[in-house]
């Protein structure tokens, strides 16, 4: 079945540098969405992509699709302690609603 | 946040013993869906339902059963807990009402912790 790689499992930053995650698969994608969780939290939506070679931003973060489809990366601009929690990269699985989720990158930022 | 509760949102119970969690949204959202999240796993689909009446496997749902009987309700049981189901559980819905668009915002529950001694 579908599935995703999700690189590092975990970085520790100190406050002001950068962070990058990637997410990569093995198949083209139709889409992939970015979802962050707070220690403790749940889960929280943050955006889809769905074109080739496609890059949005939101203020600090800047998501990209791969050009083939079959990656994409979440880069975190002078990280801040807001910024910690791990990170989730997600695909639907096939031509169903079921959504197979990363193993997610746990982000540590230090003061 | 989408309107998602859970109950209970911590549990502790013996092994052997049937446990059943609650998830309720108020959003009309047609599609349902029940997780687990360990370390270093990740969160796994246990299954997920896409109408009243309507569910399907996930990639871990050995030990798991559901059942939705309205909209707005989806319920996990665990017929006879066991250690390794000691966890935290996540539920999610998608769907404007009654959309079956793929790529759909999955929204989430505050989760339930379980632990089975």
């Known amino acids: 079945g579908q599935q995703v790689m999700q690189i590092p499992q975990y970085q520790h930053v100190q406050e002001g540098e950068d962070f990058t995650t990637y997410c990569n698969s093995s198949?083209?994608?139709?889409?992939i969405q970015w979802y962050k969780q707070r220690p403790g939290g749940h889960p929280v939506f943050l955006i889809q992509?769905?074109?080739?070679?496609e890059v949005k931003k939101q203020k600090r973060l800047t998501f990209q699709f791969g050009e083939a489809k079959k990656n994409s990366s979440l880069h975190i601009t002078a990280t801040q302690t807001t910024d910690v929690g791990t990170y989730f990269c997600?695909?639907?699985?096939?031509?169903?609603?079921?959504?197979?989720f990363g193993t997610g990158t746990l982000l540590a930022v230090q003061p | 946040d989408a309107g998602i509760t859970q109950s209970p949102r911590h549990k502790v119970t013996e092994t052997g013993t049937p446990v059943t969690l609650r998830c309720h949204q108020t959003?009309?959202?047609?599609?349902m869906y029940w997780y687990r999240q360990d370390p270093g796993h990740g969160l796994r689909l246990i299954h997920y339902?896409?109408?009243?009446?309507?569910?399907d496997k996930g990639e871990v749902s050995d030990g798991y059963s559901v059942s939705r009987s309205k909209t707005e309700d989806f319920l996990l049981t665990l017929e006879s807990a066991t250690s390794s189901q000691t966890s935290v559980y996540f539920c999610a819905t998608s769907g404007s009402s009654g959309t079956t668009r793929i790529g759909d915002t999955q929204y989430f529950g505050p989760g339930t912790r379980l632990t089975v001694l």
């Open positions: 992509l769905v074109k080739s070679g």
């Open positions: 997600a695909v639907y699985g096939g031509a169903t609603n079921k959504l197979i």
């Open positions: 959003e009309n959202h047609r599609y």
């Open positions: 339902s896409y109408g009243v009446k309507d569910t």
């Open positions: 198949t083209t994608l139709s889409n």
